[in-house]
Nanobody, 114 residues
Framework: QVQLVESGGGLVQPGGSLRLSCSAS????????MGWYRQAPGKQRELVAR???????KYADSVKGRFTISGDNAKNMVYLQMNSLKPEDTAVYYC????????WGQGTQVTVSS
């Protein structure tokens, strides 16, 4: 059973930075991609960023130029560096892992507020 554990969330002021980390364990299959989704109160869950096993990245338009996703396949880790944070980035952020199944972490809260 694949388990994903996120860390690094918290409270930050507008314009600040946070780095989210996600550790994957229990995987026995080839990985296609890992990523980050987020869900704000009253809104649908949305893709924030995704990185394939080959290193191809995809970002939501709202975070392009501010967020950077990176991965370490050897360590089964994925990271999300978030800069120039805005109040509208406030959400629960979920790590995902794509194999033959799609796995979700339990989420970490990011709050951007002064």
């Amino acid at each position: 059973q694949v388990q994903l554990v996120e860390s690094g969330g918290g409270l930050v002021q507008p314009g600040g930075s946070l780095r989210l980390s996600c550790s994957a364990s229990g995987s026995r299959e080839a990985i296609f991609a890992m990523g980050w989704y987020r869900q704000a109160p009253g809104k649908q869950r949305e893709l924030v960023a995704r990185i394939t096993s080959g290193g191809t990245t995809k970002y939501a338009d709202s975070v392009k130029g501010r967020f950077t996703i990176s991965g370490d396949n050897a360590k089964n880790m994925v990271y999300l560096q978030m800069n120039s944070l805005k109040p509208e980035d406030t959400a629960v952020y979920y790590c995902t892992r794509e194999e033959h199944q799609f796995y979700w972490g339990q989420g970490t809260q990011v709050t951007v507020s002064s």
